[in-house]
Each structure stands twice: as C-alpha cells, then as structure tokens.
C-alpha cells in the first residue's frame, strides 16, 4: 500500500505538528505501507540544525520526505505549496492521500485521488475560504474519511456537516513506546520530587500552575522543558528568584525522553482557553502530544480535570486530576505523589499500559490502515 502523506509542516522545526506528521510517517512505515511524507521547502523556517530530519525526531530512515516548492515572500504561498503537493500525488498515484492540510486535500480531491483528511480543530478556524473548500471537498466521491483527534471534535464536524455522518474516525495522538524496557520505580530521596513540564509555553499551557506550585513547595524540583526563545524570557522573569524551578530550554523531538526518565511526576496543567502557534483556541478539542510522551515514559501524570484530557485520562486510574484553575488542589495531588509511591507507580504503570493497547503513534497508524482497507474492500463488494 502507497501513501502519499501530504503536510502543512516544515521540517525540522519546533512545531507540534512537524512531529505528529513525521511520527505518523513512520508508524504507517511500521505497519507494512510505502510512505512519502511531503513537507515545505521554506529554508528561512528550518530549524538550524546538523543532524538529518529522522535523528532530529528520533525515527528510523523508512520514509520518504519529499521537500515541495513554497515561496519565501509571495501572498497566498500556502496555496502554491498545496497545489504543488498534490501535483506530486497525482503523478505518484498512490493507494491514498493521507492529508494534515485542507488546501492540499482539497486540490487531491479535484484531481481525483482517494483522500482521508486528518483535522485537529474546526474547520472555520481557517477562515471563511478554508470552510467553503471544505464543504466542497466532503461532497465529492474521492473524499473517504475525516479523522479528528479527539470525540470531542467529530461532534462539532457531525453537527455543523450532518453529510459526515458515516465518514468520520476518532484517533487520538500518540506517542513511541519501547515494551522491551522493564519498569523500575523511579528513585526519590527523602520524599523530594523531581516534577516535569514539557511543551510550548504559550498562553494556556498552564505554566502559570508550574511556577505557583514551585513556589509553594519549595522542598520539590520543577523543570520546564521546551518553548521559543522569547516564551522562556518571560516565565524566567515570573519566576525570578525561585531556585527550586529551572528552565531547560527547547530540546530536539529525539531528546525529550531523556528527560522524562529523570521525573518522579509529569505535569499537564491546560487551562480552560489554549493558544497554539500561530493563535486560535484549542481548549475544546486538543489531544496533547506531551499527555502520550508522559504515558509512555511511565511517569505519574497530574492533569487538569477538562473533559477533553478525560477522553484519556482518569482519575486515580492513569493519573491524578485537578480543577485548573484550582492551585491548592495541584498541591496535595503533589503532596499525595511525594509519598506514596504505590500509588505513583500504579497510574505510571496503568498510564503505560493504556498507551501500548489504544494509543501508541503504531497503534493509531494501524487503525487508520485497517478502516481504509476496510472501506475498500465493502466498496469492492
């Protein structure tokens, strides 16, 4: 099976979605397809770095990357870029065109092409243009399936497009999991925590929650992992003076488990309202990359009580969850944490087991593979 996986993404870079779309790469290349990942060719948002894409996000060489033509300084490049990248899946004609970018699913679909259209927030985020493109696009035959990454999200798609009904597949994010590591309790002396953030910093990531729990249990050692040069300034001012809090700054894809090895507990502290790169709210609908990192580091999690992190996490089971907005319950599910270490092994050890059955990156991959296949075989009969 041949898929053409066609991205908004510029690789290697700091955004979230340059790692989904190269993890899925792989995954699909795990389960047996020959996979093309196309990416931007934009030189001036490559992350400068020495190492190839695969070493920067920690994934074997057995995938394609494609680098298609986006201008630099032209009004509506995305719209270039997207034409060019289905070009290149209308002479490659593949089994499917698995896309992360309307413009270019949409151009797929015109020219005929059997696409799954992957969406991690609604379409009318876009703009006006992107939903009209859209609602184009789903009326047309070669249109096969929405995937959304969260329940959450396919009721908004199966409300606001009633004609999705019957088209839609829910898979969450995911994460790496190595089941050849045997699990050893993580070492704590004199019940002092080493507690982990990592993750952009942006506005309703919750850092505030780290730096006030930092300053509250000054007896544990916080770390924030990850954020842009300019995010990391500001919280380092806010939290001037806290020596038990240190910053690590931004680290490759390939480097965050290394990190997560050291922790005692993980934090997931999203707040009500979310920011992304670039702007927009994400609050109602995200699948958080670093909640399946944690899972499969087998760290203690402690979240926020949203509905949507509920669509994985629950409580006491894989994790401890708290009212975000509630600081003094971060603080004893911490406390708690620092002194029990049964229970901090047990919703590490379940959190684990949840990943490896439902929601490892090859886990998802598959899924998506069996319902494409399966929707051709019941269209065959």
Known sequence: MKILYLSNSVAPSRTANSVHVVKMSSAFSSVGADVELVVQNRAA?????????????????????????????????????SLASALIAWRKKPSLV???????????????????????APVESGGRLSE????????????????????SLENYYLKRFPELRGKTYVAPDGADIDDRVTYVTKTVRNAVLNIGYVGHLYQGKGVEVVVALAERMPEHNFHIVGGFDEDIDYWS??????????????????????YLEKFNVVLLPNQRKVSVHGGGDIAEWTSPLKMFEYMASRTAIVASDLPVLKEVLVHEHNALLCDPEDIASWVEAVADLSVNHRKRDKIATQAWSDLNEKYSWKV?????IDDF????????L
């Open 364 to 368: 998802r991959a598959k899924g998506i």
């Open 98 to 120: 698995y896309c992360r970018n309307l413009t270019a699913a949409f151009f797929s679909v015109v020219f005929g092409l059997p696409v799954y259209f992957e969406s991690h």
């Open 132 to 151: 009209q493109l859209f609602r184009f696009m789903i009326r047309r035959k070669k249109f096969l399936k929405l995937v959304v990454i969260t329940a």
């Open 237 to 258: 001012k806010k939290a001037q003076g806290l020596s038990n809090l240190r910053f690590h700054g931004y680290k490759a894809p390939s480097e965050v488990a290394l």
């Open 45 to 81: 948002a490559i992350e400068d770095v020495e190492v190839s894409i695969f070493d920067y996000y920690g994934v074997d060489r057995r995938f394609y990357i494609t680098k298609a033509f986006c201008p630099e300084r032209i009004r509506g490049r995305s719209y270039f870029y």
């Open 373 to 380: 296949l399966f929707s051709q075989q019941k269209n065959n």
